[in-house]
């Protein structure tokens, strides 16, 4: 097996993405446009998207990292407007642009087009995480696409099915659909249930940060793959764990949680370079075998169905957005009104990404009794196209859009002031209770050193009422800032000490490793004081 492809394809993105940090545009962007260029430089190895390694091995552990930094409370929150888009729109998304394709395509079986339709349809979770990062989204809307990115995919995948089985010649029913998309909704759900106790219960009682990490990177993998073998939904599985961790992370180890971090945060980054480097990676690949599409035809289809699907996306999301106020008081008195700005946002953030070219990837090359798939490679064609000109016209546009609407923003000031007072309140229950401790005689400790716990206290307590405060006028450093500084230059100072030992031989190595692992440590914990 050549290995050297995929050693190219992660640290050509790898590289790419860190590039893109060092510019306004969006690494998924430039990662795309850069796929695109060299698709067609002779010598680059052919990448084609292979379903069969996208869908349960990237996206599960993509969904995972998604899932675990959301928050579950605010998704409860946002229930209706995330339902809503998840499952109602992508449903329309799959009929409109279904039939859409069938009126614009001649020749074009309606059963092929909802193919497309269903292909087309979910935004992806990575594109949409992505640019909510990068362009600062309010915390709504951002909580809105993200749970919409989480379980769209599951209701795209099912309607897929059911459209392919009648395209095959399978002889699928709309009551079998409906059928199907329930049991694989309930399904995914229940086995997501069942599964999410007794591995958070393994979490807590794994007494190593290794097993407990080697566990963590496969438990979506697990909840995939059981939901997948119940022929239920394997991305509702995967996201139903991952919230129920997420929300418990705390009963969890800290030296597991701040290696799970590292550790996942290491993987998000490279398969969502390696992704978004694939997607424009298809481009020759899909391309070739066009036929009686090839020019203009072909590029009229394109810019029809890139139209409708941007178009499905308001025409949804309007009506969804304000009909259930018009129809309930109850959510007139609970909800502020929302303006037009937020759902314009919310519409033209539907990027379509990596999913939707594996879903087309997996169409099968023939049907029952041997004939060829019909328009297999203008479907293809017609994905590749629609997910490029939605990441590109509307992620680039999309940062733009957001200053030119003056869209209210996180407060930093607030967020700060909210973070102190807690700070506060916990400082003083830990405060209480090393009263508590230290009057046992059991956990007699020197004055120095009860003095010690007081001051770390104290310092936690204090660090984020310093953020409030004003800056050094010689440094513009803020006091967080200088202390920062000054704890590192310390810990400096005594990382080369130790160096300088090992090379004189007064230490060996691996008393090195014991001291700057306990540095490190302290390093870390001095930057989290003030981060």
Same mark, same amino acid.
């Given at each position: 097996? @050549?290995?050297?492809?995929?050693?190219?394809?992660?640290?050509?993105? !790898?590289?790419?993405?860190?590039?893109?940090?060092?510019?306004?545009?969006?690494?998924?962007?430039?990662?795309?446009?850069?796929?695109?260029?060299?698709?067609?430089?002779?010598?680059?190895?052919?990448?084609?998207?292979?379903?069969?390694?996208?869908?349960?091995?990237?996206?599960?552990?993509?969904?995972?990292?998604?899932?675990?930094?959301?928050?579950?409370?605010?998704?409860?929150?946002?229930?209706?407007?995330?339902?809503?888009?998840?499952?109602?729109?992508?449903?329309?998304?799959?009929?409109?642009?279904?039939?859409?394709?069938?009126?614009?395509?001649?020749?074009?079986?309606?059963?092929?087009?909802?193919?497309?339709?269903?292909?087309?349809?979910?935004?992806?979770?990575?594109?949409?995480?992505?640019?909510?990062?990068?362009?600062?989204?309010?915390?709504?809307?951002?909580?809105?696409?993200?749970?919409?990115?989480?379980?769209?995919?599951?209701?795209?995948?099912?309607?897929?099915?059911?459209?392919?089985?009648?395209?095959?010649?399978?002889?699928?029913?709309?009551?079998?659909?409906?059928?199907?998309?329930?049991?694989?909704?309930?399904?995914?759900?229940?086995?997501?249930?069942?599964?999410?106790?007794?591995?958070?219960?393994?979490?807590?009682?794994?007494?190593?940060?290794?097993?407990?990490?080697?566990?963590?990177?496969?438990?979506?993998?697990?909840?995939?793959?059981?939901?997948?073998?119940?022929?239920?939904?394997?991305?509702?599985?995967?996201?139903?764990?991952?919230?129920?961790?997420?929300?418990? @992370?705390?009963?969890?180890?800290?030296?597991?949680?701040?290696?799970? %971090?590292?550790?996942?945060?290491?993987?998000?980054?490279?398969?969502?370079?390696?992704?978004?480097?694939?997607?424009?990676?298809?481009?020759?690949?899909?391309?070739?075998?066009?036929?009686?599409?090839?020019?203009?035809? !072909?590029?009229?289809?394109?810019?029809?169905?890139?139209?409708?699907?941007?178009?499905?996306?308001?025409?949804?999301?309007?009506?969804?957005?304000?009909?259930?106020?018009?129809?309930?008081?109850?959510?007139?008195?609970? *909800? %502020?009104?929302?303006?037009?700005?937020?759902?314009?946002?919310?519409?033209?953030?539907?990027?379509?990404?990596?999913?939707?070219?594996?879903?087309?990837?997996?169409?099968?090359?023939?049907?029952?009794?041997?004939?060829?798939?019909?328009?297999? @490679?203008?479907?293809?064609?017609?994905?590749?196209?629609?997910?490029?000109?939605?990441?590109?016209?509307?992620?680039?546009?999309?940062?733009?859009?957001?200053?030119?609407?003056?869209?209210?923003?996180?407060?930093?000031?607030?967020?700060?002031?909210?973070?102190?007072?807690?700070?506060?309140?916990?400082?003083?229950?830990?405060?209480?209770?090393?009263?508590?401790?230290?009057?046992? %005689?059991? @956990? !007699?400790?020197?004055?120095?050193?009860?003095?010690?716990?007081?001051?770390?206290?104290?310092?936690?307590?204090?660090?984020?009422?310093?953020?409030?405060?004003?800056?050094?006028?010689?440094?513009?450093?803020?006091?967080?800032?200088?202390?920062?500084?000054?704890?590192?230059?310390?810990?400096?100072?005594?990382?080369?000490?130790?160096?300088?030992?090992?090379?004189?031989?007064?230490?060996?190595?691996?008393?090195?490793?014991?001291?700057?692992?306990?540095?490190?440590?302290?390093?870390?914990?001095?930057?989290? *004081?003030?981060?």
């Amino acid at each position: 097996m @050549n290995v050297l492809p995929l050693l190219l394809l992660v640290a050509g993105s !790898a590289a790419v993405a860190g590039a893109a940090r060092r510019t306004p545009v969006p690494a998924p962007l430039l990662l795309v446009a850069v796929g695109l260029a060299i698709s067609y430089v002779p010598g680059v190895p052919q990448y084609t998207l292979a379903p069969g390694i996208v869908l349960p091995l990237v996206l599960p552990p993509l969904l995972y990292t998604a899932a675990t930094e959301s928050s579950y409370l605010d998704l409860r929150a946002q229930l209706r407007p995330v339902a809503l888009l998840s499952v109602g729109y992508v449903l329309f998304a799959t009929l409109l642009v279904g039939w859409a394709a069938y009126l614009i395509i001649p020749d074009l079986p309606l059963t092929a087009a909802l193919v497309l339709g269903a292909v087309v349809a979910p935004p992806d979770a990575v594109a949409a995480t992505a640019v909510a990062r990068r362009v600062g989204l309010p915390s709504r809307i951002t909580t809105i696409l993200q749970g919409e990115s989480l379980v769209n995919d599951a209701t795209a995948i099912t309607a897929y099915k059911v459209a392919l089985a009648a395209a095959v010649g399978e002889g699928a029913t709309w009551l079998g659909g409906v059928r199907e998309f329930l049991l694989a909704a309930v399904g995914g759900v229940v086995v997501g249930l069942l599964l999410m106790v007794p591995i958070h219960w393994l979490r807590t009682h794994l007494k190593e940060a290794l097993l407990q990490n080697t566990l963590s990177l496969l438990i979506p993998y697990v909840a995939y793959g059981a939901a997948e073998w119940a022929h239920a939904s394997g991305v509702l599985a995967v996201v139903v764990v991952a919230l129920y961790l997420g929300y418990h @992370n705390w009963q969890v180890d800290f030296a597991t949680r701040l290696q799970e %971090e590292a550790v996942w945060k290491m993987v998000a980054f490279v398969l969502e370079s390696a992704v978004f480097a694939l997607i424009g990676l298809q481009l020759p690949f899909v391309l070739r075998g066009l036929g009686q599409y090839e020019g203009t035809r !072909a590029a009229w289809y394109a810019v029809a169905v890139f139209l409708v699907v941007v178009v499905s996306r308001f025409v949804w999301v309007y009506p969804a957005t304000f009909l259930p106020r018009m129809l309930s008081a109850r959510i007139r008195q609970r *909800e %502020e009104n929302p303006t037009w700005k937020g759902p314009f946002i919310i519409a033209w953030a539907g990027m379509r990404g990596v999913v939707s070219l594996a879903i087309a990837f997996s169409i099968p090359r023939t049907v029952h009794g041997g004939g060829p798939f019909p328009d297999r @490679n203008l479907i293809l064609f017609l994905t590749f196209t629609t997910v490029i000109g939605t990441l590109v016209v509307q992620g680039l546009t999309l940062p733009p859009l957001i200053r030119l609407l003056r869209l209210p923003g996180r407060d930093p000031q607030a967020e700060t002031l909210a973070e102190a007072n807690a700070q506060a309140q916990a400082s003083r229950a830990a405060e209480q209770r090393l009263d508590e401790l230290l009057n046992d %005689e059991r @956990n !007699a400790l020197p004055p120095p050193l009860a003095e010690r716990l007081r001051t770390v206290l104290e310092r936690r307590r204090n660090a984020v009422w310093e953020r409030l405060g004003s800056v050094n006028p010689v440094t513009g450093e803020t006091a967080d800032d200088t202390y920062r500084r000054l704890s590192r230059q310390m810990i400096g100072a005594e990382r080369e000490v130790f160096v300088r030992l090992r090379n004189h031989r007064y230490i060996d190595d691996e008393m090195l490793r014991t001291l700057l692992r306990r540095l490190d440590l302290e390093e870390a914990a001095a930057y989290r *004081e003030t981060a």
